[in-house]
């Protein structure tokens, strides 16, 4: 089993900065991606970033792509999601996730995400 617990959320201005952390404990050989999702409110869960097991693989959605960056330290047991220019449209609960599957196993959507966290809220309003 892993546990998975989000750090780092709270509210903040439009074109602020965030880094959300992820301290992983329990079996931590078990897993290799992961990933970070939000959900806003009435909206579907998205995956925003995803990195490889070892680290130097990542993938963006569209939307986030050039302002948010992921990144993991595996002797730490940690992944890490810094945010810059947020915007009112990132507002909702970011979530961290982990994968016995690699990245693009992950990103092709033929590798589930085994663990989550229970999620920490990130607001962006003036």
């Known amino acids: 089993q892993v546990q998975l617990v989000e750090s780092g959320g709270g509210v903040v201005q439009p074109g602020a900065s965030l880094r959300l952390s992820c301290q992983a404990s329990g079996v931590t050989s078990s897993y290799n991606a992961m990933a970070w999702f939000r959900q806003a409110p009435g909206k579907e869960r998205e995956r925003v970033a995803a990195i490889s097991g070892p680290g130097g693989g990542t993938h963006y959605a569209n939307s986030v792509k050039g302002r948010f960056a992921i990144s993991r330290d595996n002797a730490k047991n940690t992944v890490s999601l810094e945010m810059n220019n947020l915007k009112p449209e990132d507002t909702a609960i970011y979530y961290c996730?982990?994968?016995?599957?690699?990245?693009?196993?992950?990103?092709?959507?033929?590798?589930?995400?085994?663990?989550w966290g229970e999620g920490t809220l990130v607001t962006v309003s003036s």
């Open positions: 996730a982990a994968s016995a599957g690699r990245l693009f196993e992950v990103v092709a959507g033929r590798a589930a995400m085994d663990y």
